[in-house]
């Protein structure tokens, strides 16, 4: 099954964003999915296409979390507060194939080209790079400089 949780939030309390906010009220409504079901309605129709808005929303955020974790390159737009962690031993590139793939091939025609555009990223001794998409001849390359 898959579960999507909805949660909408009202007016902030202490004035801040982010996971740093704290809402005066917050409401969480959950659906569960059947995946093997043939039942159609509407309001899962609408549930998923908001979905899928807000993934377009974050996008831009997650190629920068995923930047910092498999090459320890921190986006300028990418908060100080954020932290991203994992296992030494794990290799995330094959995340980041999943993930373009899956900008490719999507019906709502998402262009992760744009991503690195206006970027700055600064590795751990603090030199600045820019990351540069080309595709050439159907194959895609990226390059830092």
Do not use: C
Request: net charge neutral; glycine share 6%; hydrophobic share 40%.
């Amino acid at each position: 099954s898959v579960v999507y949780e909805l949660k909408l939030g009202g007016s902030l309390i202490n004035g801040m964003i982010g996971d740093q906010g704290t809402w005066a009220e917050m409401r969480t409504l959950r659906f569960q999915l059947d995946v093997d079901t043939k039942f159609r309605s509407p309001v899962l129709v609408l549930l998923d296409n908001m979905m899928k808005d807000a993934i377009g929303h974050t996008n831009s955020w997650y190629f920068d979390v995923l930047m910092l974790a498999i090459f320890q390159r921190r986006s300028n737009r990418l908060p100080r507060q954020t932290l991203v962690t994992k296992p030494d031993e794990e290799d995330l590139t094959h995340e980041l194939g999943n993930f373009l793939s899956q900008m490719l091939h999507n019906p709502r025609k998402w262009n992760f080209m744009v991503f690195p555009e206006g970027k700055t990223y600064t590795d751990d001794e603090g030199k600045t790079h820019r990351l540069l998409f080309k595709i050439d001849e159907g194959k895609f390359s990226y390059q830092w400089v």
